[in-house]
């Protein structure tokens, strides 16, 4: 029998992904390095929230499903059915992954900011040279 780790209050339950130890650029991150790097995970289960947050209308800021970024001290660790779990608080989280369809800085085509002739800083094209 399967089982679902609900977490209480303002708590979630994460899967943990595997660390990419290589980057976009090639540079492979070595195992020993100094400092741990962020974990990713994906969300399978959130807590209700604490209960002032109904009359201050706050929400959840994550959902089952969502892709998140949190520092290698976060929570507590449990195991569930063989598999390893995050159990931590959502203010311990860094942030939430999302694809972009169109880059916030040049606007996906590689033409926009001052930058010209460079690769973009957020999506990574290379950005159409303008002649003086």
């Not at 499903?65 to 311990?92: K, N, Q």
Request: proline share 9%; hydrophobic share 35%.
């Amino acid at each position: 029998m399967r089982h679902l780790l609900k977490p209480i209050f303002d708590r979630v339950t994460i899967k943990e992904l595997e660390p990419d130890r290589i980057r976009r650029s090639g540079l492979v991150v070595p195992e020993g390095s100094r400092e741990d790097p962020p974990q990713h995970g994906i969300v399978l289960a959130v807590g209700p929230g604490l209960d002032w947050w109904d009359a201050a209308s706050v929400k959840m800021p994550v959902n089952p499903g969502d892709h998140v970024v949190f520092p290698a001290s976060a929570g507590s660790w449990v195991d569930v059915d063989e598999e390893r779990l995050l159990v931590c608080r959502v203010g311990e989280l860094l942030g939430v992954l999302e694809e972009i369809g169109i880059c916030p800085y040049c606007g996906g085509s590689g033409g926009a900011g001052s930058l010209s002739g460079t690769e973009c800083p957020v999506c990574g094209r290379e950005q159409a040279r303008t002649e003086p």
